[in-house]
């Protein structure tokens, strides 16, 4: 990645005027928005959401690509192209929410003070309008008709990132192979930190078929899948002794049919954690060891992996960006901290690559999956202005 150069005063001064203009219609926009309930498996309204954004990014002449799909929401891809080669740059952001049809009737979207509460507006569509909002002022700024600071720009509108990016991820990554940078705009944390490193995790289900057998009259005769789930659920959290910063979880046992029934067949859900590659792959292999040794005998397993992601780790490159961004920020007038967090995002894809990343570039907010869920309205200029600005910095 090239030197980065922290845009002029007057620079930052009159993207921050523009976005400040735009504000009442950034309200507008988010309210509209957010009041499409867009739960990940809620395809017609992630698919409403995601064409909303297609439709604006191309007026700024974005090419729209879009990744169809008859279950989950559609991909779209939206790419910027200036005719003078120069860098690429990912913006990410997803239209879907962890909220279920019906939601919000409970929780309507309503601004309280400082904080604007709704279904998602903090993860994440607060972001996504802060990624097409930062690219409107620069157009609008710049007064020219090659207004793109880099030589390609690609808008990345995932469907699916609340349940692991399943269909996105092969997406992201092939964009990833030729991208210089990746800027993904989940919320920034709510004592206002960006994020430069992500655990990795994964998601993993084992079914456990066992035999049945009648519990009272022959138990012999049966093999207790919900038995071996319970060995293994025990050796499985073991792990989270083994190496630092790595957790283990069974989130889920879902077995037999009947007290007086030895049960034939038991379901595990698990979730895994890691700060970095080394210690996930010793993680992962331990996990499969474990689901693949059985205590009860003529058991068998079925291991089926359901999620999975690299660590976003922080590294020279990344944390060049952090740089640039702690300098903007110091010339907005505030002040900028990077920090780690266990929850993933699409920058473990990016970073995965080996592109550097960086997250948290939303407005602050939190209470993310929750009925609370806000962002701070006051964080909207400051937020917007220094996601342009970056993409300026990271310019030639």
């Given at each position: ?13 009159r993207?921050?005027?523009e ?28 698919d ?37 080669p ?22 309507p ?5 400082d ?11 607060g ?8 690219l ?16 390609r720009?690609i ?48 998601h993993?289900?084992?079914v ?42 069974v ?18 859900t ?7 590659r080394?210690?996930q ?5 331990a996990?499969y ?52 967090t266990g929850?993933g995002s ?15 570039l ?10 609370t ?10 937020r917007?202005?220094?996601l ?9």
């Amino acid at each position: 990645m090239a030197m980065t150069t922290i845009p002029a005063p007057d620079t930052l001064a009159r993207l921050r005027d523009e976005i400040e203009r735009r504000t009442p219609a950034f309200l507008a926009d988010l309210e509209t928005i957010v009041t499409v309930e867009s739960g990940s498996y809620t395809k017609a309204g992630v698919d409403e959401v995601t064409s909303w954004m297609a439709a604006r990014l191309a007026t700024l002449g974005a090419v729209i690509e879009r990744h169809p799909n008859d279950e989950l929401g559609d991909t779209v891809v939206a790419t910027l192209e200036r005719a003078r080669p120069g860098s690429t740059i990912m913006l990410i952001g997803h239209t879907d929410t962890v909220f279920e049809p019906g939601f919000l009737a409970r929780r309507p979207f309503e601004v309280k003070g400082d904080r604007i509460l709704g279904p998602g507006v903090s993860d994440m569509k607060g972001g996504l309008l802060v990624g097409l909002y930062a690219l409107e002022a620069m157009r609008a700024i710049s007064g020219d008709d090659e207004w793109l600071p880099v030589g390609r720009l690609i808008y990345v509108v995932n469907p699916d990132e609340e349940i692991g990016s399943p269909l996105s991820t092969p997406v992201i990554a092939e964009l990833a192979g030729s991208a210089d940078a990746a800027l993904v705009m989940e919320a920034a944390r709510a004592n206002g930190d960006v994020v430069s490193a992500r655990k990795g995790m994964m998601h993993i289900q084992a079914v456990l078929q066992g035999r049945a057998a009648h519990a009272g009259v022959e138990p012999e005769r049966g093999r207790s899948a919900t038995l071996e789930a319970a060995h293994k659920t025990v050796a499985l959290h073991a792990l989270n002794d083994r190496w630092p910063g790595v957790t283990v979880n069974v989130g889920e046992i879902d077995g037999g049919t009947r007290p007086n029934i030895v049960a034939e067949r038991c379901r595990l859900t698990i979730d895994m954690r890691a700060r970095r590659r080394t210690e996930q792959d010793e993680a992962e292999a331990a996990i499969y060891q474990i689901l693949r040794t059985a205590t009860v005998p003529d058991l068998t397993v079925e291991i089926e992996k359901l999620a999975h992601s690299r660590p976003m780790e922080k590294t020279a490159a990344s944390a060049a960006l952090v740089e640039t961004a702690v300098g903007i920020a110091s010339e907005l007038g505030f002040e900028l901290r990077d920090a780690e967090t266990g929850g993933g995002s699409d920058a473990n894809t990016t970073a995965g690559a080996g592109v550097p990343s960086l997250d948290g570039l939303g407005p602050i907010g939190g209470n993310d999956h929750t009925p609370t869920e806000y962002i701070e309205m006051s964080s909207i200029v400051p937020r917007t202005t220094l996601l342009a600005a970056l993409v300026l910095a990271l310019g030639d």
